[in-house]
């Protein structure tokens, strides 16, 4: 299953929509990491704004845009039929896209460390402690793809219609970037979306100084741990459960 995943990762490295979801991945913790600066926030401020406009927008876009740009290539090359006469089983192929899309994943979140611990040595003047910086990025990252599952549903489902694919699967994700952007505004702190889930049992973690106000915060955010794991986990659970049930099915149909 390596060698598939690999394979898999070679087939984006040739692809120019890959290049231009690489560029627009790094552009964009670029302009939030610049404005920081350039207004001399602290450097809380720089690691919240990364989180927020890192963590909830560009991983999950990258993640979305780079698997269904995966499934396009099979359909679009015919290499399916292929590679299943060989003996290779479905789930195999179904799993290795995915993980494909996670390495992809945990390579923003290096790019995104990068950005924040540029950001700290103009901010403050000396170097974040660089390990600590990417795993609070990389929990909060798999918990906000966590949440964002429910696309590879959809990329299934929408197979063969790809630019259909992509306005839903970007509409998601949007869609989920508001209510975490304005959370308090839309008023869904009673809500048990799970991207919301995600963004309030990891708030903590992306508190790099604590502060007095940021008590009020804490609070008004809190989520209960295991419940919040708990959904998190389920909805992936099902989400990859389906999609690999009709990914198959599809198969088994052609």
């Known amino acids: 299953m390596l060698s598939i995943c690999r394979n898999e990762l070679k087939k984006l490295k040739r692809q120019k929509m890959a290049r231009m979801l690489w560029a627009v991945g790094i552009l964009i913790p670029t302009f939030g990491t610049l404005l920081c600066i350039k207004n001399h926030y602290p450097f809380r401020n720089l690691v919240g704004t990364n989180v927020l406009f890192g963590s909830f927008l560009v991983i999950p876009f990258v993640f979305s845009a780079m698997l269904l740009n995966l499934f396009e290539l099979e359909e679009r090359n015919h290499t399916l039929k292929n590679i299943l006469v060989i003996g290779v089983p479905e789930w195999k192929i179904f799993l290795s896209k ?81 209510f975490v952007w304005q959370l308090t505004m839309f008023h869904c702190l009673e809500m048990h979306l799970p991207v919301l889930v995600a963004f309030r049992i990891t708030y903590p973690f992306g508190i790099i100084e604590y502060t007095d106000n940021l008590k009020l915060g804490l609070d008004t955010l809190y989520y209960p741990m295991d419940k919040g794991i708990f959904l998190l986990g389920a909805t992936t659970a099902v989400s990859l459960v389906i999609s690999l049930w009709l990914y198959k099915r599809q198969e088994a149909d052609v």
């Open 98 to 178: 995915l993980a494909a899309a996670l390495v992809i994943v945990v390579v923003f979140t290096g790019i995104i460390t990068a950005y924040t611990v540029a950001g700290g040595i103009f901010l403050r003047n000396y170097i974040p402690d660089v390990f600590h910086i990417f795993g609070i990025f990389l929990i909060i990252s798999l918990c906000s793809i966590c949440a964002t599952m429910p696309v590879v549903l959809l990329i299934i489902m929408l197979r063969k219609r790809n630019l259909i694919a992509m306005i839903a699967i970007n509409c998601f994700i949007l869609i989920d970037f508001l």
